[in-house]
Nanobody
Framework: QVQLVESGGGLVQAGGSLRLSCAAS????????MGWFRQAPGKEREFVAC????????YYLDSMKGRFTISRDNAKNTVYLQMNSLKPEDTAVYYC???????????????????WGQGTRVTVSS
C-alpha cells in the first residue's frame, strides 16, 4: 500500500479558505486515483472529491462543486484540496485516500480505496 500523510487543516472562520495537502510515498503515485473523504463526529464518512490517475478527470459531490477543487502534482507525489467559502458544516476530519483504479476512473465509494491517511482536522467557526 501507499503511505499517505495529510496536512493543512486548522481553524478558520466561515467564508474562509484552506488548502489541504496529501503526500504519498511507498508506491508509484501515478498508479492511483486519489480521493478526499471527511467525517464529522457522529456522522458517517462522506465522499468529497476525487481525481483520476493522470487524465485530469475530477468528480465532486454536488454540494462541493464551485467551492472545492481537487488537484494533483504527480512530480511531487502530492494531491491537494483547495477549499473556499467554507461553512460550519464543513467541519470534519478530512482523509486522503488512494485507489488502484483504472486510468480514467474517479472512484466515489470508500470500498474502492485501499490506502488511507490518518486525517487532518478542519474546524470552521461562525
Amino acid at each position: 500500500q501507499v503511505q499517505l500523510v495529510e496536512s493543512g487543516g486548522g481553524l478558520v472562520q466561515a467564508g474562509g479558505s484552506l488548502r489541504l495537502s496529501c503526500a504519498a510515498s511507498g508506491r508509484p503515485f501515478n498508479m492511483y486515483a486519489m480521493g478526499w473523504f471527511r467525517q464529522a463526529p457522529g456522522k458517517e464518512r462522506e465522499f468529497v472529491a476525487c481525481i483520476s490517475r493522470s487524465s485530469g478527470k475530477t468528480y465532486y459531490l454536488d454540494s462541493m462543486k464551485g467551492r472545492f477543487t481537487i488537484s494533483r502534482d504527480n512530480a511531487k507525489n502530492t494531491v491537494y484540496l483547495q477549499m473556499n467559502s467554507l461553512k460550519p458544516e464543513d467541519t470534519a476530519v478530512y482523509y486522503c485516500a488512494a485507489s488502484p483504479a483504472t486510468y480514467f476512473a474517479v472512484p466515489t465509494q470508500s470500498k474502492e480505496y485501499d490506502s488511507w491517511g490518518q486525517g487532518t482536522r478542519v474546524t470552521v467557526s461562525s
